[in-house]
């Protein structure tokens, strides 16, 4: 989108910018601006590379993946996702890699739902919203930091409960459920 799509010029322009941190997971920024009141300031944004979540889905059953979140200090339920920590040309590869890696799943049918962004008030990061389905089983392969990754498999109803109680509460998922479910119910 341009700055303008909307009918609206953008509200704040960059002065300056200046890298303060970067691991190989993602860069921090610290930008001087200018606001269209005249007011400076200051903004922290996060950059990570595109990211993306799936939607494994067969029988009435969705899969989700438990593991130990640090930043919250709790385990988590969640759709499967995450990133390469590199600049991607093919979402879906992505998508099937995560897959893969995460749940142990091939999907014979990938479709691409949309993208979203990820909490865009402090970070730049694009996820790829993906439904899987054709769903076959084979060994996972978990990353260093998801050593503790649990696989969970679960009725749809169930899931949707655990959202609606507050026991699944990443916004990815949340989000990326809804996206699915607009979707769907365009479907004929």
């Given amino acids: 989108m341009s700055q303008t799509e909307h009918g609206k010029s953008r509200s704040i322009t960059t002065l300056s910018s200046r890298e303060v941190y970067r691991n190989r997971w993602m860069r921090v920024r610290e930008d001087e601006i200018l606001r269209s009141n005249g007011q400076r300031g200051i903004y922290g944004v996060i950059e990570k590379d595109e990211s993306a979540i799936i939607l494994p889905i067969d029988e009435g059953n969705v899969w989700l993946v438990e593991q130990f979140r640090y930043t919250i200090q709790e385990r988590a339920l969640e759709l499967p996702q995450g990133g390469w920590e590199?600049?991607?040309?093919?979402p879906e590869e992505l998508a099937r890699g995560e897959l893969k890696e995460e749940t142990g799943l091939h999907a014979a049918e990938m479709t691409y739902l949309g993208s979203l962004w990820i909490a865009y008030g402090y970070t730049r990061q694009k996820q790829h919203v993906f439904l899987a389905t054709g769903l076959t089983e084979s060994e996972s392969d978990p990353d260093d930091e998801e050593h503790d990754l649990e696989v969970r498999r679960m009725p749809v109803a169930?899931?949707?409960?655990?959202?609606?109680?507050?026991?699944?509460?990443?916004n990815c998922t949340v989000s990326a459920w809804g996206l699915y479910l607009l979707w769907k119910a365009r479907q004929g």
């Fill in 158 to 170: 169930d899931f949707e409960q655990m959202m609606l109680d507050g026991l699944v509460r990443d």
């Fill in 86 to 90: 590199t600049d991607i040309e093919n």
